[in-house]
Nanobody, 121 residues
Framework: VQLQACGGGLVQAGGSLRLSCAAS????????MGWFRQAPGKEREFLAR????????SYTDSVKGRFTISRDNAENTVYLQMNSLKPEDTAVYYC???????????????WGQGTLVTVSS
């Protein structure tokens, strides 16, 4: 399975970006998909996760109300709409898929290569 993320870039604070992540190699329509990010000097953190049918969605507190995750199983793609971006959202954003839940912690099987989001103040 390969995950190809795109949509990152430079945006001013308060702006929006939409990330996309397309999977290839096998269908992921029955797998959870989601997003993580890693800011400079920090550990990778979970952002959002969406279940196979799109009904089970989870966000980390720092992005609730600003970010929206969605998926298109026909296109084998997951999206992350990011609004009201802040300088502290600057990071490399990674999509992920499949894997298992250990309590509330998700351990994906597959990772994308990352796309850089830079939010200027």
């Amino acid at each position: 399975v390969q995950l190809q993320a795109c949509g990152g870039g430079l945006v001013q604070a308060g702006g929006s970006l939409r990330l996309s992540c397309a999977a290839s190699g096998r269908t992921l329509s029955t797998s959870r998909m989601g997003w993580f990010r890693q800011a400079p000097g920090k550990e990778r953190e979970f952002l959002a996760r969406i279940g196979s049918t799109g009904r089970l969605i989870s966000y980390t507190d720092s992005v609730k109300g600003r970010f929206t995750i969605s998926r298109d199983n026909a296109e084998n793609t997951v999206y992350l709409q990011m609004n009201s971006l802040k300088p502290e959202d600057t990071a490399v954003y990674y999509c992920a898929a499949a894997g298992s839940l250990w309590g509330s912690t998700w351990r994906p099987d597959y990772w994308g290569q990352g796309t850089l989001v830079t939010v200027s103040s």
